[in-house]
């Protein structure tokens, strides 16, 4: 099984919202933070959002208000609701613990914002 799955990414204009959900095993899922992170183009890969087991959430600070991250314990799932989006926050978003793993990145989703 792979271990973190994301899928919700697409093309959309500016302004508009996009829905990001990541399927997690449940051996990782079951007792540890979860995080949202992205990697724009020629920028380094950087942390978006955390969410503890239970519901203890963090932001970057220049996403706080328009970025929502949840988690669903009982569908090993973590979301992350994207709305006001800027062609800035166009780049790859990956889901990972908190801190991360590297044997756990996969293949992320692709968001681009169109202004």
């Known amino acids: 099984q792979v271990p973190l799955v994301e899928s919700g990414g697409g093309l959309v204009q500016a302004g508009g919202s996009l829905r990001l959900s990541c399927a997690a095993s449940k051996m990782i899922f079951s007792s540890l933070t979860m995080a949202w992170y992205r990697q724009a183009p020629g920028k380094q890969r950087e942390l978006v959002a955390s969410i503890s087991r239970g519901g203890t959430t963090n932001y970057a600070d220049s996403l706080k208000g328009r970025f929502t991250i949840s988690r669903d314990n009982g569908k090993t799932a973590v979301y992350l609701q994207m709305n006001s989006l800027k062609p800035e926050d166009t780049a790859v978003y990956y889901c990972?613990?908190?801190?991360?793993?590297?044997?756990?990145w996969g293949q992320g989703t692709q968001v681009t914002v169109s202004s």
């Open positions: 990972n613990l908190f801190p991360y793993r590297d044997v756990y």
